[in-house]
Structures are given as structure tokens and as C-alpha cells.
């Protein structure tokens, strides 16, 4: 017979790890089921950012206590421990497959203002998710590492996780499971949801990548007939790089790409001296978010109800915020939907009404739409540096505005281009992905 929990939470990522500890500083009995055997250790590609902290994220204003090493989210009234190393992120800089640069921030500037100009922080995952777990144990939260959840069954009095012959009992049920998530999925979340496509992606730490600014976060833009991305992203310690690999295109072997890539034009300089550490990969369906992320005592946070990913910092919040919802629920016996209503509230505020998701994945229909040369003439127009900003979903706003200050000499030039811009501003995504949506493989 399966024990009985106040509640059982389903992914020991930051988010799912962030809800049992809140719950476990409750005073709730809780289980973490993760499907990894070793939490801490990363297995799938991840650029490792704190986002952002000039602006307003996710309803946030995020700070970095470094006295006490410390992440606080003084809106939402809580703070954690990081004792891993950071690194300050002051500007993006985009590349063309001829070298032309565009740059969103300054990092020689940034370097000179030091920690008000940053826009991000890199840490070490591994560091966060090991201070995480180590802080949920010592709570007494009950965690069941290599445990593979295969089901979920909804009865009168509790909820239900099965995870091959072992079975999981829980009045309320938290699915923090990531992007790819089984429980969105046998719940039904993903039956009527908007479906753009599978991301692919490999990633490479790296050391001795000469030419990235060890300050900023680099993309490189590859365009039709090879849609592809090259994101390097600084390592929080020492001078090693991310090195991702990112397509849309199922058709596409990442591998084979990724390296040829690094060999050839303006990015071979970069690679020459470069040395591989360790490979990840990810497979990433890329789904519209979930209105309403909550059915019958499971509420879906994080990863698992938003569009790609909501990042460790969104990640977070809506573990602390879960957590918190769940035990109020319990205390009050709202054993049920009203229970939930303040996250229900929280997540519309903060994520689903607060950015518009669409504006995110510009990131990926760009590529699909553009040619690789109208990627290099378009890029080449960009003189000045435009404003710092790390905000996925502000970033095509800011380059916008500043094509816009060479509409003209663009109308002049190349007439053939005008079009395709006013449609990658104004079609819907669906239109932009319709490839991508037809060539992937949604785990409806």
C-alpha cells in the first residue's frame, strides 16, 4: 500500500527542489521523486543564466547578495543560498555567418560600471541544485532519486504516482517535470495546446575558445537553407564557454552541423585552440503556456506550464510560490481549486499575462525565415550599440527599433527584404513555424 503524503513533487530541478524545500520549512510531509539518480549532476544542455537584473522579470527585481551569497526576490519576499562562483553578464552579441556583429549592451563599458551593469548572473547549476537538496534533506523531505514516474491516477481522496510497481500516495501533487512533461500530458494539458515544434540541441563545454568576450552571451545566426544557432554562453568559473548548438529543424544532424560550423568562417579563429570537456543534449518540444496549470490536486509549475522554459529564475519562483499555495491549502483544508487560486493568480500576473510567449520564440523563427546572406546584409546595417538587455522577450523589440532607423537605406537596397521583415513582425507563429510544426513530434 502506497504512504500518504501531504505532497508528493514530481522533478528535483530548481523548480520542483525550490517547492519541497518551501513545503519541507512548512512543516508538510513530503516526497521528491526525480528521475535521476545523481540530482546535482547536469544532463541536459543548459546556458546556467540567472535572468535578468536591470529589469523587471517575471513581475521580479532579482539581486545578488554577494555578502552572504545570497539570490533574493525581495518582491516576492524570499531569498536562497548560493555558495558556487557568478559571473557578471553585461551585453549579447549577435553574429552573422561573415562576422558582421550586432551588439545589445557594452561588456568594455559594463566592466567599468562593474555589478549595477549587469544584465545577468552565470552560476553553476550543479552548486545550486546540490545547496537545494542538501537543504530538502535536512528538512526530512523523503527523496526517491532514479524513480521513473510512469503514471498518475486521480481518486476521491488522493492522487497517485506511479512510477513502475512503486506507487506514491499524495493529497496534492506538484509537476515540476520539465518541458517534455509526462504528467502534462497524461492529465491531458497538451491535447488542444499549441504545438511550434522540437528544438534540438548540443551542447559542448569548452575551454580555450578565443574571441568571445568572457562577459557577454555570443549567438551566431545561420539562415535557410541550414537554419542553426551557435550560442556561447561564459562559465561561471574560470574561462571555459557553453558552446550551443540549436535547431528547429528535425531534418538537421545537429553533430554534424555544429561542427562543421566551428570549423569554417569567421568562427574558426574562435575554435582553433578549443577543447571539449563534456557533451550534453536536449530534445525540447516548444509548447503555447498553460492558462490555467492546475486539474484535480496536481499543479503543473516551471518548465512543465510554460513555453520552452521559464529559466532557473522563473524556475524558482514558482517552486517558493507553489510551495507556499499548497501548505495554505492544507491548513485551511482547500482540498481542491480554491486552494490554489492565489498561484492560479500569481502565474497569470507574473508569467502568462506579464510577456507575450510569442515574442520569446522569435529567437527561432528568425533563422527559419531568413536566408543566411539577408541574415548578413541585415546585420551589416547595425551600427550602434543598442540597449543592454538580457530579456528573451524583449530583445527583437530592441533590434527592431534600431532597423527601423534604416528602413529606408533597407527599401533602397534591397526591396526584396521588406516584405519578409513587416511578415516576421506581423505573421502569427504559426504561419513562422509552420515547418517546424509539421516536422516535429509533439508528446501530445
Known sequence: MAKKYDLIVVGAGPAGLMAAKTAGENGLNVALLERKKNIPE?????????????????????????????LCFPKNGFSIKYDGPVKNIYAIYGHSSE????RIGDCDKGREAGDPAKIAMVHDKSDLLAGLLKEVERLGVEVFSNTNVTGIEIMNDKVTVLAGNQEFAGTFVIAADGVNSLIAQKLGFNKNRKYYGMLLSRTYTMVDVEGADPNAVNFSYYGQPLPFIVA???????????????????????DLIFNRLMGEGFLQSWFKKAKKIKELAAVENLWEPIVEPYKDRVLLIGDTAWCQEAENTGSLMCGWKAGNVVTVALSEGKIGREGVEDYLRWWKDSFYNHYDYRDYIKTFEFPLLFKDEEINYLFSQIKETMPASLNAYAIFGIIGVELGKVMGKIAQERPDLIPKIQTFASASAEDLMSEAIKEGFPNR
Open 42 to 70: 547536469i544532463k541536459r544542455a543548459c546556458a546556467m543564466m540567472w535572468l535578468a537584473f536591470k529589469e523587471r522579470y517575471f513581475g521580479e527585481w532579482m539581486r545578488f547578495n554577494p555578502k552572504d551569497s545570497r
Open 99 to 102: 562576422g558582421h556583429r550586432i
Open 232 to 254: 556561447l554562453c561564459p562559465l561561471a568559473g574560470g574561462e571555459g564557454h557553453q558552446v550551443m548548438g540549436l535547431t528547429m529543424n528535425p531534418k538537421i544532424e545537429p
